[in-house]
């Protein structure tokens, strides 16, 4: 692969998508960077990793770029005594925040980086602990005793003050801190304090057989739960060299796709309920919950938690299931029909949504918005179109976009991928496919990486996998799991600026971020 004139000696995986990986030096990190940036590629991920257990000159940094042949993951040997690299930010602006966690979480550091302040550590932690680093949590036994505090950047000006809201908040909701600097209701600045719920998933995985490590997995963001299940189950085949069977394949995408309606579904609620519309509210949760229900009785979960399994998936459908989920996917079609048309047509709920939360497509490149969140901003970015694995390589899937960024574009996305979904989903249901549920994978017994790249509701969920032969029952040397809300939440600190503070809730929700998948 020639990247900014490089040619890179890369080692394609035996992953569905195409995904390579190659060792660079110090001197072309960053060349290679802006060289992936000037041609358009991006950055997906960022992470660091201490290769060798209990040995010196081990850590490893590592990035994972989008580039037009696929995901390019690139690994920088820190050697013996460097514990940093160079700074991605000024290229990448969304690499600002996994930099820090990197810090955070095995002390490599960005030379440079303008902002060095900690992200995942709260000040909690055992003094100079770095949680990924082998043997970390035996050798730093004592907890730091005092929590420091956050620099937050303040606004001055005359009529300047500040709002604080979180971490815990008035709903049932995720711990998150927002800082708002603003003048009467207007919004001058947000700035977010993150990492309440860093619960050492990570650390985790190296910590579990991995045939079973699969649950775990699909508990990183409970929403996404299939989707993270599906990624991790694809790095481990992916590196056992193991292919699941069409039947399996199409009963993931199936999975994966009432995973993206259910969601849709109650966002478009939730997004009515924060612009005074109650009945929006009552209505989508009611579709939501039918779905669930069904997803109970075919899947034997509501959100289809423990179906993707290494191999394939853990259960089957037979043809009485898949002619009720047929017939629902054609009520639940008419009635967000119908309610769509409530939606555009109300004039309340549109002088909420319209120019609320801006994102133009300008900033939303710059900033290296993804997903969902991208889309409505004029980023034509969707795996399932990109780079088309099985069963979608089949699919012929529908791309929605809409170029304004604002709230009433992300809803409109919301209603677009409903609509493609169910007919996906339809689709699937009609042409199964033939073969096992699930396959059998034969472990390596020498070192090996796998990589798993899926398409959730919210953006693309990555996995990489380290896989130390040598490890028996733990051979998992490192397993690093990527949310997209680590591209978007930075954005969100741009999307409110200008409005005012009750705007904040709609325009969060139209977001939608995880902080489960983002602290980890």
Known sequence: MRIAGFSLDCERLPAPLPIWRATVRAETWRVLARGVSEQGGRLLALWASDCTRGAAGSLVVSSAYVVREGLLWLDLPLGERRSSYPDLAPIFPCAARMQRAAADLLGVTADGAADQRPWLNHGAWPAGCFPLCHGALEKNSEVAREVSDYAFVRVEGDGVHEIPVGPVHAGIIEPGHFRFSVVGEKVLRLEQRLGYKHKGIEQRFTELPPLEAYRLAGRVSGDSTVAYAWAWCMALESLAGCQVSERAASLRALLLERERVANHLGDLGALGNDAAFAFGLAQFSRLREDWLRLAREAFGHRLMMDCIVPGGVAMDIDQATSDRLARQCDLIEREVQALRQVYDEHAGLQDRFMTTGRVPPELAARLGLTGLAGRASGRAADLRCDQPWPPYDRL??????????????????????????????????????????????????????????????RGEVFVALLWDGEGGANAIRRCHVHDPSWQNWPVLEHAVIGNIVPDFPLINKSFNLSYAGHDL
């Open 396 to 457: 012929a899937v529908k791309m929605s976009t809409q170029g304004n960024g604002d709230v009433a574009a992300r809803v409109a996305v919301r209603f677009d991928e409903i609509q493609e979904s169910l007919r996906l989903l339809r689709l699937l249901l009609s042409q199964l496919g033939e073969g096992e549920t699930r396959s059998a994978l034969r472990l390596p017994a020498k070192a090996a990486c796998g990589a798993g790249w899926v398409e959730g509701w």
